[in-house]
């Protein structure tokens, strides 16, 4: 079973929705009628939340195309009315592709993990996932104001082409798996560059205040500073 924790930018309550068994992490920021999401996952919790709030605006942000970071894309776009899903032109893209989102090898994420996880593993994703492209597809940059919160898009490539980071007042960092505490950046994956990752996501990340306060794609949020940043460097 997963848990939920609520967090706090400026006034606005947050939430963060772990799935588990590869605790990649959703989150949803509400507002009056407003939803603002970054990646959107099949915890319980985070469905019973889409549920709870089908009747609201969504702004659904992925920070890139892997299975365990849009997999609760589909019930959303199913669940909810009016949403509005944005993500890079090249994560999108990729959003159908059962190969590129990692959902045609899905259980492979988990051969380490005991033999129950992987049956849990194998009967969440039995034949592949796919969804259709975001609404909304960008490049570079993207600024926006979302209930006075200063919101940034920032592509980082090197996880995948289309990786992105979501900055949020300038310190609250949604870094998907570009930045995961604990754990060198992944860049084997298809679509991951290593050169990318070192020409790109890690200059970013350098760049960041250092009072940012991570909101990492998998595992719990943590201040910048406490993170290890030789670890980040990709696996060659
Ligand atoms: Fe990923």
Same mark, same amino acid.
């Given at each position: 079973?997963? $848990?939920?924790?609520?967090?706090? @930018? $400026?006034?606005?309550?947050?939430?963060? =929705?772990?799935?588990?068994? @590869?605790?990649?992490?959703?989150?949803?920021? *509400?507002?009056?009628?407003? !939803?603002? $999401?970054?990646?959107?996952?099949?915890?319980?919790?985070?469905?019973?939340?889409?549920?709870?709030?089908?009747?609201?605006? #969504?702004?659904?942000?992925?920070?890139?195309?892997?299975? /365990?970071? @849009?997999?609760?894309?589909?019930?959303?776009?199913?669940?909810?009315?009016? *949403?509005?899903?944005?993500?890079? &032109?090249?994560?999108?893209?990729?959003? &159908?592709?059962?190969?590129?989102?990692?959902? &045609?090898?899905? /259980?492979?994420?988990? !051969?380490?993990?005991?033999?129950?996880?992987?049956?849990? &593993?194998?009967?969440? !994703?039995?034949?592949?996932?796919?969804?259709?492209?975001?609404?909304?597809?960008?490049?570079?940059?993207?600024?926006?104001? #979302?209930?006075?919160?200063?919101?940034?898009?920032?592509?980082?490539?090197?996880?995948?082409?289309?990786?992105?980071?979501?900055?949020?007042?300038?310190?609250?960092?949604?870094?998907?798996?570009?930045? !995961?505490?604990? =754990?060198? $950046?992944?860049?084997?994956?298809?679509?991951?560059?290593?050169?990318?990752?070192?020409?790109?996501?890690?200059?970013?990340?350098?760049?960041?205040?250092?009072?940012?306060?991570?909101?990492?794609?998998?595992?719990?949020?943590?201040?910048?500073?406490?993170?290890? =940043?030789?670890?980040?460097?990709?696996?060659?």
């Amino acid at each position: 079973m997963s $848990a939920n924790y609520s967090f706090q @930018i $400026a006034e606005i309550t947050g939430y963060q =929705f772990p799935f588990e068994p @590869i605790k990649s992490n959703m989150f949803a920021l *509400v507002c009056d009628d407003d !939803v603002f $999401a970054i990646d959107t996952n099949i915890s319980p919790e985070g469905l019973e939340f889409i549920h709870k709030h089908a009747d609201k605006n #969504w702004i659904a942000i992925f920070t890139h195309e892997h299975f /365990d970071h @849009i997999s609760g894309l589909n019930t959303l776009r199913d669940t909810c009315a009016r *949403v509005t899903v944005v993500a890079s &032109a090249q994560s999108s893209a990729n959003f &159908a592709h059962m190969r590129r989102n990692m959902s &045609a090898h899905y /259980d492979a994420l988990f !051969v380490m993990k005991d033999e129950e996880t992987q049956a849990l &593993a194998r009967s969440i !994703v039995p034949n592949g996932y796919q969804a259709a492209p975001a609404d909304f597809r960008f490049s570079g940059t993207l600024e926006f104001d #979302w209930h006075g919160l200063g919101v940034k898009l920032q592509s980082t490539p090197g996880h995948t082409k289309g990786s992105i980071c979501v900055l949020i007042n300038e310190t609250h960092i949604f870094t998907g798996d570009t930045l !995961v505490n604990g =754990f060198p $950046a992944v860049t084997k994956l298809p679509g991951g560059s290593r050169k990318d990752y070192q020409e790109f996501a890690l200059p970013f990340l350098n760049s960041l205040p250092e009072d940012a306060l991570i909101y990492p794609g998998h595992g719990e949020i943590a201040p910048l500073r406490e993170i290890d =940043f030789a670890r980040t460097e990709p696996i060659s």
